[in-house]
């Protein structure tokens, strides 16, 4: 089976909070590649942005706006070819459409487990509404101008976060292993890094589709007939 991953879209209802940077038109012909050369098409997580609006704590009413402001391209994704998985960020998909936090395929011979990967986060986890609050706060930084604030906080994010570029020593790639272990799955795919990586861990692949926002563009492609797992950056 040939499937295509992106994830961490993050589209929200435009303005300075929206941290998608493509035009729709543009985005929707790289969908079209996808679609012209995947069998299936999975949306690993933080596709919509539902955490930075006016207001905070009212995710299914920003879900729904920001599929206003990106009416085609939320129209797309209701095709067969997609699959949906959420994240944190867009959680509230689990309610509204039903879309799983994790996704199990077997395809020639091979297990793979889709999940984006906040379920690592303890603070995610454990303190929803505070890192929620934080996302707010980042999102309001934003409309104000604070670019470098911004830049500062995410940075401090990514620390507390676990993730290393070194695989061995990354926090982040060892629950993800611990998760593939635990579902009998011979390749891990996950998102929320927004680090596009393919690492080997014994017999296992570890890999992580980056993101397409903040004009960024990063997909995987997993040939399982072929064993092709690639990396595809944009940056
Ligand atoms: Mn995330």
Redesign the pocket.
């Known amino acids: 089976m040939e499937i295509a991953v992106i994830?961490?879209l993050h589209l929200g209802t435009g303005g300075a909070a929206d941290g998608f940077g493509h035009s729709d038109s543009e985005f929707l012909k790289f969908l079209d590649f996808l679609e012209r050369n995947f069998e299936r098409v999975v949306l690993l997580?933080?596709v919509w942005e539902t955490l930075t609006g006016h207001w905070p704590f009212d995710p299914a009413a920003e879900l729904y706006a920001a599929r206003e402001c990106h009416p085609e391209i939320a129209r797309r994704f209701e095709r067969e070819r997609y699959v949906y998985v959420h994240?944190?960020?867009d959680l509230v998909a689990g309610a509204v459409d039903g879309a799983p936090d994790e996704f199990v395929i077997q395809a020639d011979g091979m297990r793979l487990l889709f999940t984006?990967?906040?379920q690592n986060d303890s603070l995610i986890q454990w303190r929803r509404w505070l890192s929620e609050l934080g996302v707010w706060l980042g999102g309001w930084i934003r409309r104000l101008g604070l670019a470098a604030v911004y830049r500062l906080f995410a940075k401090l994010d990514e620390g507390r976060g676990g993730v290393s570029l070194d695989g061995g020593r990354c926090e982040f790639q060892r629950w993800a292993m611990g998760a593939a272990a635990y579902r009998d799955a011979d390749i891990v795919v996950t998102?929320?890094t927004h680090l596009p990586t393919s690492e080997e861990h014994g017999a296992r692949l570890f890999l992580n589709s980056g993101t397409c926002s903040e004009r960024k563009i990063s997909f995987l492609s997993l040939d399982t007939r072929r064993g092709c797992y690639g990396v595809h950056a944009s940056y």
């Open positions: 994830s961490d997580g933080d994240g944190n960020h984006h990967g906040h998102g929320h």
